[in-house]
């Protein structure tokens, strides 16, 4: 099967010859793995088998997509908000509606004029066919308004002015879906994948009646989007958000991501018991000990049972872990990972080699 024809016939709970993966990888792993393989490192996971390729055309963007050599350096992105290397990531340092007035709020105007250089990150992935195509127009409500005015004062607000709140968190997602409109009309999708961690390890960051008010219509209406152009639509939220799952399938929600199987009400098995007909699923691989700590054969194993209970149905889930996997996992557990989602050693080393002939 291709990786195209693997992820449809999984999420459609079909047999497939292997089940899908797409594994996220930490900065400082995914440039050790491409050292050894002699190839970048942002061409790991299609070494590794990854099935899935997306980009990012929304804020995660300005997070993500855009690598800084040095710690400290930094960059303001198109929306003000200034962003700074701290460790491998880029963290925010500025929120330019932080300060802001109810008025000065209102007026803010989001990056439209910067359309054509967002979507033009989804060209390289149009181009690998085979593969299973996603366009991440993440972060699409909560965590979009939480980058704008930082996560102390959006919640003040969700609590004191929830008219000032449900008018911007309208306004992020009517730029998410504008982006993700453009998107559908442009490329070959095969999902659309929107997401805002609204979540801590130990719950929701609101009560279940405030999102269910303020944040879940205007996060149905940017699912909506790919309902109507015929996707599947992924949604990613980390943390415990258990109690919200039930109206994420209401939306239209197809995938969830990325299952962080060490909060409460997260375990992956019991997830699908309880929503798998009508959920599918991606991640729940624990990255925090097992991967990074347990021997290979652990982690062969773990993955294994895993697998075997989250495809009970036939299929239904995508192999991944709770989150990146993290730069102190040893290789051999890494190889014993993809090992158990029926990816050999030789075939990556393989994929690695003609990676390297087409460069």
Same mark, same amino acid.
């Given at each position: 099967?291709?990786?195209?024809?693997?992820?449809?016939?999984?999420?459609?709970?079909?047999?497939?010859?292997?089940?899908?993966?797409?594994?996220?990888?930490?900065?400082?792993?995914?440039?050790?793995?491409?050292?050894?393989?002699?190839?970048?490192?942002?061409?790991?996971?299609?070494?590794?088998?990854?099935?899935?390729?997306?980009?990012?055309?929304?804020?995660?963007?300005?997070?993500?997509?855009?690598?800084?050599?040095?710690?400290?350096?930094?960059?303001?992105?198109?929306?003000?908000?200034?962003?700074?290397?701290?460790?491998?990531?880029?963290?925010?340092?500025?929120?330019?509606?932080?300060?802001?007035?109810?008025?000065?709020?209102?007026?803010?105007?989001?990056?439209?004029?910067?359309?054509?250089?967002?979507?033009?990150?989804?060209?390289?992935?149009?181009?690998?066919?085979?593969?299973?195509?996603?366009?991440?127009?993440?972060?699409?409500?909560?965590?979009?308004?939480?980058?704008?005015?930082?996560?102390?004062?959006?919640?003040?607000?969700?609590?004191?002015?929830?008219?000032?709140?449900?008018?911007?968190?309208?306004?992020?997602?009517?730029?998410?879906?504008?982006?993700?409109?453009?998107?559908?009309?442009?490329?070959?999708?095969?999902?659309?994948?929107?997401?805002?961690?609204?979540?801590?390890?130990?719950?929701?960051?609101?009560?279940?009646?405030?999102?269910?008010?303020?944040?879940?219509?205007?996060?149905?209406?940017?699912?909506?989007?790919?309902?109507?152009?015929?996707?599947?639509?992924?949604?990613?939220?980390?943390?415990?958000?258990?109690?919200?799952?039930?109206?994420?399938?209401?939306?239209?929600?197809?995938?969830?991501?990325?299952?962080?199987?060490?909060?409460?009400?997260?375990?992956?098995?019991?997830?699908?018991?309880?929503?798998?007909?009508?959920?599918?699923?991606?991640?729940? *691989?624990?990255?925090? $000990? +097992? %991967? /990074?700590?347990? &021997?290979? @054969? !652990?982690?062969?194993?773990?993955?294994? =049972?895993?697998?075997?209970?989250?495809?009970?149905?036939?299929?239904?889930?995508? *192999?991944?872990?709770? $989150? +990146? %996997? /993290?730069?102190? &996992?040893? @290789? !051999?557990?890494?190889?014993?990972?993809? =090992?158990?989602?029926?990816?050999?050693?030789?075939?990556?080393?393989?994929?690695?080699?003609?990676?390297?002939?087409?460069?």
């Amino acid at each position: 099967m291709t990786s195209r024809e693997r992820v449809h016939a999984a999420l459609r709970r079909e047999p497939t010859d292997r089940v899908p993966i797409f594994m996220w990888f930490h900065p400082d792993t995914a440039a050790r793995l491409g050292a050894l393989l002699d190839i970048p490192p942002s061409m790991v996971g299609e070494a590794m088998g990854n099935d899935v390729c997306q980009a990012w055309v929304n804020n995660n963007y300005a997070m993500e997509g855009i690598v800084h050599a040095h710690e400290g350096e930094g960059h303001v992105d198109y929306w003000g908000i200034a962003w700074v290397k701290r460790g491998a990531f880029n963290q925010p340092e500025h929120h330019p509606l932080a300060q802001a007035s109810p008025d000065q709020v209102r007026r803010y105007e989001f990056p439209v004029a910067h359309k054509e250089e967002l979507l033009a990150q989804m060209e390289p992935m149009v181009r690998k066919s085979s593969l299973f195509i996603g366009c991440d127009v993440s972060p699409s409500v909560f965590e979009m308004y939480c980058r704008l005015r930082g996560m102390e004062q959006a919640l003040i607000d969700l609590a004191e002015n929830q008219d000032l709140a449900w008018y911007l968190l309208g306004a992020c997602a009517d730029f998410a879906i504008m982006l993700a409109q453009e998107a559908c009309a442009r490329f070959p999708l095969d999902w659309l994948w929107t997401g805002d961690d609204v979540a801590s390890h130990r719950g929701l960051m609101m009560s279940p009646e405030t999102w269910r008010e303020l944040i879940k219509p205007h996060l149905a209406r940017v699912v909506k989007v790919g309902k109507a152009a015929g996707l599947w639509v992924a949604y990613h939220c980390c943390g415990a958000l258990r109690e919200i799952i039930p109206d994420l399938i209401d939306i239209g929600v197809d995938v969830l991501n990325p299952i962080q199987c060490n909060c409460p009400g997260m375990d992956p098995p019991e997830l699908k018991r309880d929503f798998g007909q009508d959920l599918c699923f991606m991640g729940g *691989l624990d990255n925090l $000990h +097992t %991967i /990074p700590y347990g &021997t290979a @054969e !652990e982690v062969y194993r773990s993955t294994c =049972a895993l697998i075997d209970r989250m495809t009970s149905d036939g299929g239904g889930y995508i *192999l991944a872990a709770s $989150h +990146t %996997i /993290p730069p102190e &996992t040893p @290789e !051999e557990n890494i190889f014993a990972l993809f =090992a158990a989602g029926g990816v050999s050693r030789e075939e990556v080393f393989d994929r690695a080699a003609d990676i390297r002939a087409r460069l």
